[in-house]
């Protein structure tokens, strides 16, 4: 349990260290003039794990084994020259690798776990340190730009939510269907590949019912994957109750197998419940829609 949380805080912190990296801040300053050395030291070693970890990928697990035994040595003298490197670095692993050169098939599966770990671990922790081997000009702009980075993510994430959580639920209903393949239903399940469909050569229309509510657009997207299909000219009633509050004339573009969403802005502000899509023209054979919504 304790490892667990241990693990879960650790990660945490590396977390927060990515985006502050205060740490590296308060290292690089302990180092004073010593930090370019110390740097490069920091660099060094990150390269060397860099490429053993190349070397290991690769199968040349022995190779492998020796520069990272070199490199971890390089920066536990590191350790040794600059005591302030010693929060950072004190979680790396040690690697009893041989002085004898040795062959891949002769390394046994211990060892290449070991060496696995190990890598990983190296890795994890030069990844952490990488914020004191960076000048305070660099450190800034690396806070900027990981910082900016989680903005515009977050950003974006709270758009599209919000955008969804505008959609209005809705109930449809219909004059009638080509068959149960097109069923109204289609119109409202969220999906542009299914598709409602009015009887060959017949008007008709499909309305949408919903909790009542003001609400300002209406998207109507048009018949999909069926080229002899589509509304064209519609007449859009917007219902409060039993009362007609207003009806707009809408013409739908012809559908050529691409998403074709026609929105409609409601030029009214008072509630709505109901709002029902008269197809009086068709491309071809028939109308219907793909995906009614209201937001
Ligand atoms: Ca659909």
Redesign the pocket.
């Known amino acids: 349990m304790s490892d667990r949380g241990s693990t879960v805080f650790s990660a945490f912190d590396e977390l927060r260290e990515f985006f502050t990296l205060r740490e590296g801040e308060r290292v690089a300053s302990a180092l004073g003039e010593a930090q370019p050395a110390a740097a490069r030291a920091l660099r060094l070693g990150a390269q060397r794990v860099r490429a053993a970890q190349a070397l290991a990928q690769s199968g040349h697990r022995a190779e492998a084994e020796r520069l990272l035994a070199l490199a971890l040595a390089s920066l536990s003298s590191a350790r040794e020259e600059w005591p302030a490197l010693e929060p950072m670095l004190r979680a790396l692993p040690s690697l009893a690798a041989s002085e004898e050169p040795a062959l891949d098939e002769e390394l046994s599966p211990e060892r290449v776990a070991a060496l696995d770990s190990a890598l990983e671990e190296s890795s994890r922790v030069l990844t952490r340190a990488e914020s004191a081997s960076i000048d305070k000009r660099g450190r800034l702009a690396a806070r900027v730009r990981r910082n900016g980075a989680v903005v515009f993510v977050c950003t974006f994430a709270a758009v599209v939510g919000w955008q969804q959580s505008r959609v209005v639920k809705l109930t449809p209903r219909a004059s009638s269907t080509f068959g149960a393949q097109y069923i109204h239903t289609?119109?409202t399940?969220g999906?542009?590949a299914?598709?409602w469909l009015l009887p060959d050569g017949t008007p008709g229309w499909l309305e949408v019912s919903f909790d009542r509510r003001r609400v300002s657009t209406l998207e109507m997207t048009n018949v999909q994957n069926l080229s002899h299909y589509g509304a064209a000219d519609t007449t859009v009633e917007l219902y409060s109750g039993a009362r007609l509050v207003r009806s707009l004339d809408v013409s739908m573009r012809a559908t050529v197998n691409t998403a074709n969403v026609t929105r409609v802005a409601i030029p009214v502000r008072e509630p709505l419940d109901r709002i029902r899509i008269n197809i009086r023209t068709f491309h071809d054979l028939g109308g219907g829609l793909?995906?009614v919504k209201v937001r």
Do not use: L, M
Request: aromatic share 12%.
């Open positions: 289609n119109a399940d999906y542009v299914t598709n793909s995906e």
